[in-house]
Structures are given as C-alpha cells and as structure tokens.
C-alpha cells in the first residue's frame, strides 16, 4: 500500500471517528443504532469505531433503552473522565485558572488578582504557571492526562511566528508578547501537553455557541463586555477572524468622531462609552461616588442608584443603552447576524438591567428588514464564560483528531 494510500485510510479513520465522537459529546448517549443514520456511516463503521474508542477508554457505557420487539439498546456516551482539559483567562482584573473533565465539569480552579500589578506580562506567566500548578494538584491529575491547556487574552493573538503564538494587547500595553514561548519555558507545562492561545471574546463565543445562547446559530455575534469590549464572529456555524485573526475588535469601531479618549489611544471608540470602565467614569464626572470598591461592586452600586430612582444614575444608563444599541446596530447591519448575545461580566449585569432599551435603541439605529430577523439575548454561561472557553479551543482539537494524541506539543501549531 502506497504512502498516499495509507495516509488516504488513516485520514478516514480519523473522520469517522470524529464525526462518532462529536455526535456523542454533543447529543449523547445514543446507541449505535441511532449514531448510524445520524453521522451517515453505515452500522458495520460505527461498530469499528465504537469498538476502537471503547478500546481507547474514550467511550463508556450509560444505560440502555428498549428497542421495538428485539434485545434492549446499549446507550453510549463520551467518557468524562477519560481526559482533562485546563482553561484560563487571563482577564481585566484577575488571572483565573480552571481544570476540567471531558464533560467541561469544574474539577479546581485558581486566581491570582492583578489590579495591584496590572499586566505585567512575567508576573502573569507566573501566575499561569502556579495556577496551573496548583489545580492539578488540588484535583489529583497527572498532567500527562491533560488534552491541552487553552489560554484566553485581551488582544489580537498572531501565531504566525515560529515560536508560537505573539500576542498584541494595545489596551493592555502588549505590544507583540511571545506569550506562549514565554509559558513554555517557564516550566509550568510538559512540552508533550498542547497549548492553545486566543482572543478572550473569542473564547467565549465559542463557549456560547457549543453550549450556551448561540447554541443552534448558524450566524451569530457574541458581545463581551467588561473592562474592555469585544466580540465573536461566528460565520455559517464558523468563527470568522479576517485575514490576520483580528476580526472582531468592536469596541473599537468609532462610535463619535472627535469623542472620548480610549484606552487604545484613539478617539471615539464603543469601548470608550460601554465598557465598564468607561461607564464608571461618567457615573464619577457627574458626581456620582463608588469610592474604593472593585468595578463589578461599582457597577451594582451604580444599578442599585437607578433602581433607586436616582435621576443621574438613570440618565446616564439610558445613555448607555442608546451607545450600546447604536454599536449593535451596526453589527446588524455589518454581518446580518441571526442572532446577538450579550456577555462577559459587565454586559451580563447590565443587560438585565436595560436589556429591553437596547433592543429599541438597535431597531431604531439598524437597517430594519435585518434587525427584525435578529434576536438580542443574554448569554447564559455567566462570568467563567471565557475560561470555559478556553477550555473548548483543547477540546475542539480533540474532537477534531477523533480522539488521537498529539506526538508533541510543536504539533498543536
């Protein structure tokens, strides 16, 4: 058999078994029976397969269901245990660290503040490297059993180098931030276990639409906001980077010509009327007090003061409704999304507080033939999202491979 055939049945193998793996892990258990019609492979394929992944302890046994008149059915699902996934985030306040089984079940996690340090990018690495360190520990994992590790960042992620993947955080002060040859040689990783490197808002529209809000969106835009504003770009059921993965960077379309300074430098962005920063701000320039507390206490402290009836606090949230729906809008009529989910710590908390005036706000800014076809939601996966996330970009290079491990970490670029 020549090498091109050999490569021709190793890649259907390959195929097969991601397509049996991915239907289980997101619709199991199912019986062979029914992974038959629904992956399109016929029943002597999906006995090999089962029985290979059964083989590779990736597949376990859940129960069974009777069938019509024959013997009962054996339900089969993904083997949560089989495997370990780590997630972090590096975010706007914190570095948090999380461990995870194959089913994406919380195992540990760690954090380490950085409103003292900022970003410092050692200390940040040395912080990824004593999270880490410390989950595996505190939930008994070998870190050979680890699938990969996926990191989520502000900024726009180049892995183009040859030594991995660069980071380039403008709002943060990154300018071209060897991020992943940085962890590699700290030591905190072996060099057989993966490591996956993205934008933080990316990460959590992927966790949105596996298993959140944007499940079942073909076209979707998932909205961070916190600190910082950014977005997720999901493209006929794909995530949509543009030509050099920068795709995405909403908070920083310009929003007021000759408008309010940004975190970026520039003049006018979305994120400089938003983010929750930005909103503070305000809230402080017309009087408004939150004295020493963290944002997220100040943002419900600000909230608070509106449901109070507190005519400031009021006016400026109705201001900010209007900003926020007018970016929307533009998002609307940009990429003519089905549907729009509003996330990340700050837009969770104040979408419940003014998610309707942000709907009338986009209407009215949009195109209106697009913006009645699209619905404006919360998402549902709350403020781990992005950890969770990050957790998916190992777990979907597993799902891809059809459960094969990787011979070496340079394998994961």
Same mark, same amino acid.
């Given at each position: 058999?020549?090498?091109?055939?050999?490569?021709?049945?190793?890649?259907?193998?390959?195929?097969?078994?991601?397509?049996?793996?991915?239907?289980?892990?997101?619709?199991?258990?199912?019986?062979?029976?029914?992974?038959?019609?629904?992956?399109?492979?016929?029943?002597?394929?999906?006995?090999?397969?089962?029985?290979?992944? %059964?083989?590779?302890?990736?597949?376990?046994?859940?129960?069974?269901?009777?069938?019509? #008149?024959?013997?009962?059915? @054996?339900?089969?699902?993904?083997?949560?245990?089989?495997?370990?996934?780590?997630?972090?985030?590096?975010?706007? %306040?914190?570095?948090?660290?999380?461990?995870?089984?194959?089913?994406?079940?919380?195992?540990?996690?760690?954090?380490?503040?950085?409103?003292?340090?900022?970003?410092?990018?050692?200390?940040?690495?040395?912080?990824?490297?004593?999270?880490?360190?410390?989950?595996?520990?505190?939930?008994?994992?070998?870190?050979?059993?680890?699938?990969?590790?996926?990191?989520?960042?502000?900024?726009?992620?180049?892995?183009?180098?040859?030594?991995?993947?660069?980071?380039?955080?403008?709002?943060?002060?990154?300018?071209?931030?060897?991020?992943?040859?940085?962890?590699?040689?700290?030591?905190?990783?072996?060099?057989?276990?993966?490591?996956?490197?993205?934008?933080?808002?990316?990460?959590?529209?992927?966790?949105?639409?596996?298993?959140?809000?944007?499940?079942?969106?073909?076209?979707?835009?998932?909205?961070?906001?916190?600190?910082?504003?950014?977005? !997720?770009?999901?493209?006929?059921?794909?995530?949509?980077?543009?030509?050099?993965?920068?795709?995405?960077?909403?908070?920083? @379309?310009?929003?007021?010509?000759?408008?309010?300074? !940004?975190? !970026?430098?520039?003049?006018? !962005?979305?994120?400089?009327?938003?983010?929750?920063?930005?909103?503070?701000?305000?809230?402080?320039?017309?009087?408004?007090?939150?004295?020493?507390?963290?944002?997220?206490?100040?943002?419900?402290?600000?909230?608070?003061?509106?449901?109070?009836?507190?005519?400031?606090?009021?006016?400026?949230?109705?201001?900010?409704?209007?900003?926020?729906?007018?970016?929307?809008?533009?998002?609307?009529?940009?990429?003519?999304?089905?549907?729009?989910?509003?996330?990340?710590?700050? #837009?969770?908390?104040? #979408?419940?507080?003014?998610?309707?005036?942000?709907?009338?706000?986009?209407?009215?800014?949009?195109?209106?033939?697009?913006?009645?076809? @699209? @619905?404006?939601?919360?998402?549902?996966?709350?403020?781990?999202?992005?950890?969770?996330?990050?957790?998916?970009?190992?777990?979907?290079?597993?799902?891809?491979?059809?459960?094969?491990?990787?011979?070496?970490?340079?394998?994961?670029?």
């Amino acid at each position: 058999m020549s090498d091109r055939e050999k490569r021709t049945v190793r890649d259907l193998r390959r195929t097969n078994r991601s397509a049996v793996l991915r239907k289980l892990y997101f619709d199991g258990p199912l019986s062979r029976q029914e992974l038959a019609p629904a992956t399109g492979l016929s029943s002597g394929s999906i006995s090999n397969v089962v029985a290979e992944l %059964t083989a590779d302890g990736l597949l376990e046994e859940a129960g069974s269901v009777d069938s019509d #008149g024959g013997r009962p059915r @054996t339900l089969l699902r993904v083997a949560r245990r089989s495997a370990y996934l780590i997630g972090v985030d590096v975010g706007e %306040t914190r570095v948090r660290v999380e461990l995870f089984d194959l089913a994406l079940t919380e195992l540990a996690r760690a954090e380490r503040p950085l409103a003292r340090y900022g970003y410092d990018v050692d200390r940040i690495v040395g912080y990824i490297r004593g999270a880490l360190a410390d989950v595996l520990h505190d939930a008994n994992v070998a870190p050979s059993r680890l699938l990969g590790v996926g990191v989520g960042v502000p900024g726009i992620v180049d892995r183009s180098s040859p030594g991995g993947a660069v980071v380039h955080g403008q709002t943060v002060g990154w300018d071209a931030v060897p991020l992943e040859s940085l962890l590699r040689a700290s030591g905190g990783l072996p060099e057989e276990v993966p490591l996956f490197i993205d934008n933080g808002a990316k990460t959590l529209g992927q966790a949105e639409v596996w298993f959140g809000a944007g499940r079942g969106a073909r076209h979707a835009v998932i909205a961070l906001i916190g600190s910082g504003v950014g977005a !997720c770009i999901i493209t006929d059921g794909g995530l949509y980077g543009g030509a050099h993965s920068s795709a995405g960077e909403w908070g920083h @379309t310009v929003l007021q010509v000759g408008g309010r300074r !940004c975190r !970026c430098g520039a003049v006018g !962005c979305l994120e400089a009327y938003v983010s929750a920063e930005a909103v503070l701000e305000r809230w402080a320039e017309i009087g408004g007090d939150v004295g020493d507390a963290d944002e997220e206490t100040a943002l419900a402290t600000l909230l608070a003061h509106a449901d109070a009836a507190d005519e400031k606090a009021v006016a400026l949230l109705d201001e900010t409704a209007e900003y926020l729906g007018a970016g929307i809008a533009d998002l609307v009529n940009l990429f003519n999304p089905e549907r729009i989910i509003l996330s990340g710590w700050a #837009g969770l908390l104040l #979408g419940r507080h003014f998610l309707p005036a942000v709907r009338r706000s986009a209407a009215a800014y949009a195109l209106r033939h697009p913006v009645e076809r @699209t @619905t404006i939601e919360l998402g549902l996966l709350g403020p781990d999202a992005v950890t969770v996330g990050a957790a998916t970009l190992p777990l979907a290079d597993f799902l891809a491979r059809g459960g094969r491990g990787r011979e070496s970490a340079t394998a994961a670029r």
